[in-house]
């Protein structure tokens, strides 16, 4: 199982990226996708999730208006467009894939670093 993130990199406050996460070694499609960040000193929190079949979203509080999560099932991939970034998104961003059946089966990716700075 493989959740690879890419996209990251140092931004102006303002600005805008797009996250992606690469997903290989697991049935794709059947997990619900979500996107995490924990900043130095912080509790990692949700930025955002999707369904497995790319229905219902949410959002952290902090995210909602800004950010915009979507996935590609035929590409195993999910998205995290940030717009409007602040200073306080500064983090480092994780991909996490879960389906809860009769177990819970949970993944992450290595995380990539996000800086607003100008």
């Known amino acids: 199982v493989q959740l690879v993130e890419s996209g990251g990199g140092l931004v102006q406050p303002g600005g805008s990226l797009r996250l992606s996460c690469a997903a290989s070694?697991?049935?794709?499609?059947?997990?619900?996708m979500s996107w995490y960040r924990q900043a130095p000193g912080k509790e990692r929190e949700l930025v955002a999730g999707i369904g497995s079949g790319g229905g219902g979203t949410n959002y952290g509080d902090s995210m909602k208006g800004r950010f915009t999560i979507s996935r590609d099932n035929a590409k195993n991939t999910v998205y995290l467009q940030m717009n409007s970034l602040k200073p306080e998104d500064t983090a480092v961003y994780y991909c996490?894939?879960?389906?809860?059946?009769?177990?819970?089966?949970?993944?992450w990716g290595q995380g990539t670093q996000v800086t607003v700075a100008s």
């Open positions: 996490n894939a879960r389906r809860v059946a009769m177990t819970t089966e949970d993944y």
């Open positions: 070694g697991f049935a794709f499609s059947s997990y619900a």
